[in-house]
């Protein structure tokens, strides 16, 4: 009966309830229309926590109990109702208040195993003993005598050692530079002075803008995203990730009203022109483009809606802090040409190829 009681106290705890909440949360967060539920990794990776913690606080079965913050943050990137906020916060206080008994409680017994443990052993104190004092000795019994006299020795060797370590130390220090001063010869002062003097050291290699081009393959979502901007700029190509004949006209207007070379093929020329910085208040066809890019290379799930929301600013500045970029949240050139670069082939058929859809309007 005692454990069945146990058993029912847990079930009611709220760090069991919290749980159960945000693994709901996490379970459901890809429900609803358009949306895609984030591993876990991913998710770990955008709350600053690992994958394994993050496992612990979904385990109703594991009493980890998320932080505030955390819980806070999981409403936010899964999208959870927004009237289930206060209940998650509250049963986070309650939880950590169970927490604090507990260990309050567990604690008392171990106060003595801590003091033994102090000095890195694991015996406990002697009695009357002071936790971190030495033991004492007493001269003249046994080897405890040997150890004092030992002191006192040693205080007379340290005595004379300090002033032949202090200028053995000086003597180190003068030889070190006469040899730093030797192979410092002409060549390296010459690198010196060229360094001072603002030369660039070698860069690190950087991304290349990809080649698109007319084939009769599924270039997928590059492709899309290229033909979600031309529809930005008023063209009326259908956005399947196939570069047909109309895209590569759409591309050949384009180059000839920005005075490039008109070949109809997207690469370091082209792309340049086409993209547009995309934020909050920018059009449907520009932040379809960056959504479905973001969608597609491996860091969770974007909603591809084409409604710039708090959520796909958060999207963009995991990615660039990911990518070594300043975290702005707004998409510009430098992060444009990284998400093209980082694109992962598609695991399954996309969406476009088991459902036909019209072609999207200017007012989507």
Not at 46 to 53: A, E, K, S, Y
Not at 243 to 250: L, N, P
Not at 278 to 289: I, L, M, N, T
Not at 324 to 349: C, H, I, S
Request: include cysteine.
């Amino acid at each position: 009966m005692a454990q069945e009681r146990g058993g029912e106290d847990r079930e009611r705890s709220a760090g069991v309830r919290l749980a159960r909440l945000l693994r709901r949360w996490w379970e459901e967060a890809g429900s609803s229309a358009g949306g895609t539920r984030p591993t876990q990794q991913a998710l770990a990776a955008r709350l600053g926590v690992d994958q394994t913690t993050l496992s612990r606080y979904l385990n109703p079965m594991h009493l980890s109990t998320a932080p505030l913050r955390v819980v806070e943050s999981l409403h936010t990137q899964l999208r959870a109702p927004a009237a289930e906020l206060e209940q998650a916060r509250a049963l986070c206080r309650a939880a950590l208040r169970e927490n604090s008994r507990r260990r309050a409680a567990d604690g008392a017994g171990e106060q003595g195993v801590a003091a033994g443990r102090a000095n890195g052993s694991d015996e406990l104190p002697a009695p009357g003993a002071v936790p971190g004092e030495a033991p004492r000795t007493v001269p003249g019994e046994g080897t405890d005598a040997a150890v004092a006299r030992g002191g006192a020795s040693g205080r007379l060797r340290t005595r004379w050692l300090r002033p032949t370590l202090l200028a053995a130390a000086i003597v180190l220090a003068f030889s070190s530079g006469m040899v730093v001063n030797d192979r410092l010869s002409t060549p390296d002062r010459e690198a010196t002075v060229a360094a001072a003097a603002g030369a660039a050291p070698a860069s690190e290699p950087s991304y290349e803008w990809p080649l698109l081009y007319m084939d009769g393959q599924d270039q997928y979502t590059r492709a899309r995203a290229l033909q979600y901007l031309l529809n930005a700029y008023g063209y009326k190509v259908r956005t399947d990730g196939f570069f047909r004949e109309d895209t590569r006209d759409a591309v050949m207007d384009f180059q000839r009203r920005k005075f490039l070379p008109v070949d109809g093929k997207v690469g370091k020329l082209t792309w340049p022109e086409l993209v547009r910085e995309v934020g909050p208040g920018s059009k449907p066809f520009e932040v379809r483009a960056v959504q479905e890019l973001l969608n597609n290379v491996g860091l969770g799930g974007t909603s591809v809606s084409g409604k710039f929301t708090a959520v796909t600013a958060e999207d963009v500045r995991y990615f660039q802090h990911r990518y070594g970029m300043p975290e702005t949240g707004r998409v510009d050139v430098d992060t444009w040409l990284a998400l093209l670069v980082n694109q992962l082939p598609p695991v399954k058929a996309p969406e476009y190829q088991r459902a036909t859809s019209p072609l999207p309007s200017a007012s989507d």
